[in-house]
């Protein structure tokens, strides 16, 4: 039996793995950020670099809020 205190950050790995058939398709450090997405079924991986950030819409909002930007809600009158 191992305990986790007798791995290092550089023994940490993260895997990609496609359910249907449970094969590794990708490999990865624990250290770091990655950003990992899908289009058209292929999934691809890339480190995000120093100065980038991933926002959901919510957190965009809050960080335009933030800037200083005055965030105005659609109207609940929809014209068709």
């Known amino acids: 039996m191992c305990s986790a205190d007798a791995f ?43 100065d980038e950030e991933v926002f959901t819409l919510n957190g965009f909002m809050q960080f335009a809020t933030r800037l200083g930007y005055r965030v105005i809600p659609p109207s609940d009158i929809i014209l068709s």
């Open 8 to 50: 290092n950050a550089d023994d940490q790995w993260y895997d990609v793995v496609r359910r249907a058939d449970k094969a590794v398709i990708y490999s990865f450090p624990a250290e770091g950020r990655y950003l990992v997405y899908r289009v058209n079924g292929l999934v691809s991986l890339r480190p995000l670099l120093e």
